[in-house]
Every structure is written in C-alpha cells, then in structure tokens.
Nanobody, 115 residues
Framework: QVQLVESGGGLVQAGGSLRLSCAAS????????MGWYRQVPGKQRDLVAL???????HYADSVKGRFTISRDNAKNTVYLQMNSLKPEDTAVYYC?????????WGQGTPVTVSS
C-alpha cells in the first residue's frame, strides 16, 4: 500500500514561485513513474508533469518552461518547482503514479495565484 502526502501549496502573487513536495510511503516508489495533477472545482483532474523511473520528464503545454518536476528516490519524494505562476495555475495539486491509481489519491495541496 502506498500513501501520498502533498505539501507546499499556498497563496502567491502572479509571477511568484512555489515548490510542492509529495512524500510517499510504501515500497516500489522508485520503480513508478510519478506525476503531478491539478484540479479546478467543476473540472477534471489533469496531469501537468510526470517523471519516469529513469528520470525523464514531460510537461503539459500550459506549464512547459515554468514548472520543473524532480524526484529523490532516497527520500521517496517528488517535487514540483513552479515559477512564473499565473492566476490560471490556481488549483488543488495532487501527486500520483502515472497512470494514476484511484486508491493513491491524497488530500492534495491548494495553490492560489492572485493577479
């Protein structure tokens, strides 16, 4: 069983930065591709960044060049560095495997970007 706990969200002005963390408990973390997803109320949860077990990264067009995903397998932690934040980045951010597993969803961490 894997438990994922997100942290690091908050309120930031447009143009600012935040760093999200996702701490994973349980085994097999390093062998999984991991992703950051975000959800705005009333909309579906979208994948915005992923990192493979080999460390390859992929980003949604909306965040490319502004967000950086990384992982520390020794700490069982995935990070999302978010720079040049925009009001449209406002959402609750979640981490999960890619593809996601429904029973892995955590509480998420809210990010609010003010204009």
């Amino acid at each position: 069983q894997v438990q994922l706990v997100e942290s690091g969200g908050g309120l930031v002005q447009a143009g600012g930065s935040l760093r999200l963390s996702c701490a994973a408990s349980g085994s097999s973390f390093s062998s999984n591709a991991m992703g950051w997803y975000r959800q705005v109320p009333g909309k579906q949860r979208d994948l915005v960044a992923l990192i493979t077990s080999a460390g390859n990264t992929h980003y949604a067009d909306s965040v490319k060049g502004r967000f950086t995903i990384s992982r520390d397998n020794a700490k069982n932690t995935v990070y999302l560095q978010m720079n040049s934040l925009k009001p449209e980045d406002t959402a609750v951010y979640y981490c999960n495997t890619v593809p996601f597993r429904n029973h892995y969803w955590g509480q998420g961490t809210p990010v609010t970007v003010s204009s």
